[in-house]
């Protein structure tokens, strides 16, 4: 995929993304290839990491477990004397 700098403004590249370049992104100059200026073409590449995710799902699965077994048999109702 193809984007041009459109403009910089501060610490923020205006990115125009697409064959028309229709799609407008702010990106971090800070994470832009040292020396882009404003009209220079960028290769963007984005890919999924299956393995990465799997790891977040596991994560999150292991966390509300957790949580599941912290509040068993409690009904979260207050009881008075």
């Known amino acids: 995929m193809k984007a041009v700098i459109d403009r910089i403004e501060n610490e923020i590249a205006v990115l125009l993304i697409g064959e028309e370049e229709k799609t407008r992104?702010?990106?971090?100059?800070?994470?832009?290839?040292?020396?882009?200026?404003?009209?220079?073409?960028?290769?963007i590449s984005i890919e999924r990491d299956t393995t990465a995710t799997q790891q977040a799902k596991e994560r999150t699965s292991?966390?509300?477990?957790?949580l599941k077994k912290?509040?068993?048999?409690?009904?979260?109702?207050?009881?008075?004397?």
Not at 30 to 39: D, K, N, Q
Not at 62 to 66: A, G, V, Y
């Open 62 to 66: 292991s966390l509300m477990e957790k």
């Open 25 to 43: 992104v702010n990106f971090p100059i800070s994470l832009l290839p040292e020396g882009c200026r404003e009209s220079d073409v960028l290769n």
């Open 70 to 81: 912290k509040n068993q048999g409690k009904t979260g109702i207050i009881q008075g004397p």
